[in-house]
């Protein structure tokens, strides 16, 4: 999956991190604070001006997942989402992609629950791992009866292959599931490439009121001038940012200066001007 992610930062300029050291964090985790303060453990991140050294801003969160019976595959999908939409919730003015590379026994009800948060989802099968296995001379099946010493041996073989041959076994995964990496390789660009198709700026004027009963609410509301020429001071700004792929970022602002940082943070970066310029 590495070379499948790779290949894609390579070619859209971002920084693909993945488990191993990096000078730019301790250890070998890639680990991330949500705004709650919780540390969220995660298999790939796909960065914007990222580098060995500088945690870049999140455009992917992609996480990976393996279970050979599905009776437990739900319990895994709500596990992901607790650790990847505090995240999404966190960064929310980047609206990251989020994906889930699934393999092996998954239910449906597994896969729509995660795509009802708006994961998109990479699924490969229990027997197309097997099938892919197979071409590199390796019986990669098992159940509950399967003997220890049988599931070491075949772990043996697995750990004796070159790097050559685990890379021709990947791509034959890929190769045999080509449709859907596709839409998912798909999906992750235009999440990438994404343009800002509108911004709405609503700028709320007047001050909140607070009632303690719905009839006097209801009263307020029938007799509120909306025609009142008096100025009023602005009381905050509610931000909509729509690209052209539907997604949306909202922020609700109450100084106009944290309404403008906001706005501003969507803007190319300046091209430093040359010597001789």
Not at 48 to 60: E, L, R, W
Not at 147 to 171: F, I, M, P, Q, T
Not at 240 to 256: A, M, P, S
């Amino acid at each position: 999956m590495f070379a499948l992610l790779s290949e894609t930062a390579s070619k859209h300029k971002l920084y693909l991190d993945q488990k191993g050291q990096r000078t730019a964090r301790p250890g070998k985790r890639i680990a991330w604070v949500d705004m709650y303060g919780n540390t969220h453990d995660l298999d790939f991140v796909l960065e914007k001006n990222g580098s060995d050294t500088q945690i870049g801003s999140p455009v992917a969160f992609i996480e990976s997942a393996w279970r050979r019976y599905t009776k437990h595959s739900r319990n895994k999908a709500q596990e992901i989402q607790g650790a990847i939409l505090p995240l999404v919730q966190t960064h929310g003015n980047h609206a990251p992609f989020i994906g889930v590379i699934l393999a092996g026994d998954f239910t449906e009800g597994a896969k729509t629950q995660l795509r009802s948060h708006r994961f998109r989802v990479l699924h490969f099968s229990y027997e197309s791992l097997v099938a892919s296995f197979l071409t590199a001379g390796i019986d990669a099946s098992f159940n509950e009866d399967t003997a220890d010493e049988v599931c070491a041996k075949k772990v043996r073989a697995w750990d004796n292959l070159s790097a050559k041959a685990r890379r021709k076994l990947g791509l034959r995964l890929l190769d045999d599931n080509k449709a859907q990496v596709r839409e998912f390789v798909d999906a992750l660009e235009a999440a990438i490439l994404r343009q800002i198709k509108q911004i709405r700026v609503l700028p709320l004027h007047g001050a909140t009121l607070e009632m303690e009963s719905l009839d006097k609410a209801i009263a307020f509301v029938e007799s509120y001038k909306e025609n009142d020429p008096s100025p009023k001071p602005v009381a905050k700004y509610e931000i909509l940012v729509r690209y052209d792929n539907d997604d949306e970022i909202k922020g609700t602002f109450y100084q106009k200066a944290d309404a403008l940082e906001f706005l501003r943070s969507y803007l190319p970066p300046l091209t430093p001007m040359l010597e001789n310029e």
